[in-house]
């Protein structure tokens, strides 16, 4: 099914690990970016890219880095997690022209740092 | 900060009201959405109105937009208890960019 599909689901870390959520989408879109959501705080934008090979910044991007080698993916690494991290990470993605269907996003990831 | 702010933050109704819910904004848009959550799942999109455009309808769902106030109203008639979830607006602005960024959302509990 088409789609954008996040994994893992739900991840666990001790603080200071590092790991990579992975985003994959299999609808050519130009588009994507990634999301934490936390309780109170609706959806905060980490890092964007709007195309292959280019990438950029949001509202939150200290602790996390991406990159986007193929129009199919677009990882998220934690590069030493912090307790701070603890959130629900969505990924999303787009067409360049916007369609009337917005975005469309995966199911998110669920990760807890301890 | 977050680009858009939704009022109320939380609203409780019965079966067969209407629920609005309203959203504001700080900067210049290209266009704005509006998406729903349902507790631990994913977001899903409702309905998407552009920065030239006033009103826009797709079922039981209105959205308007009024960007001299920059502000964007989303109402449901006839509510059902499935309709139970949290409603986001979050718009598009930027060029090339086309980043879309959230507001805090409403938390809409429709009683059976």
């Known amino acids: 099914n088409a789609g954008v599909t996040q994994t893992p689901k739900f991840q666990v870390l001790k603080t200071g690990q590092s790991m990579t959520l992975q985003c994959a989408q299999d609808?050519?879109?130009?588009?994507m970016s990634w999301y934490r959501q936390d309780p109170g705080m609706g959806l905060r934008l980490i890092h964007y890219?709007?195309?292959?090979?280019?990438?950029d910044q949001g509202e939150v991007p200290n602790g996390y880095n991406v990159s986007r080698s193929t129009t199919e993916d677009f990882p998220l690494r934690l590069l030493s997690a912090a307790p701070s991290q603890t959130s629900v990470y969505f990924c999303?993605?787009?067409?360049?022209?916007?369609?009337?269907?917005?975005?469309?996003f995966g199911s998110g990831t669920r990760l807890t740092v301890v | 900060s977050q680009q858009g702010e939704e009022d109320p933050q939380a609203l409780s109704i019965q079966e067969g009201e209407n629920a609005t819910m309203n959203c504001s904004y700080k900067?210049?848009?290209?266009?704005l959405q509006w998406y729903r959550q349902n507790s631990g799942r994913g977001l899903v999109h409702l309905i998407l109105?552009?920065?030239?455009?006033r009103e826009k309808h797709s079922g039981r769902l209105r959205v308007t937009l009024d960007t001299s106030k920059k502000s964007s109203s989303l109402l449901i008639t006839a509510s059902r208890a499935a309709d139970t979830a949290s409603y986001f607006c979050?718009?598009?602005?930027?060029?090339?960019?086309?980043?879309?960024?959230f507001g805090t959302g409403t938390l809409l509990a429709v009683q059976p």
């Open positions: 900067t210049s848009i290209n266009n």
């Open positions: 890219s709007v195309g292959a090979g280019i990438t």
């Open positions: 609808m050519n879109h130009e588009y």
């Open positions: 109105i552009r920065s030239n455009e």
């Open positions: 999303a993605s787009s067409l360049r022209d916007l369609p009337n269907y917005g975005y469309t």
């Open positions: 979050a718009t598009g602005y930027g060029g090339a960019t086309n980043k879309l960024i």
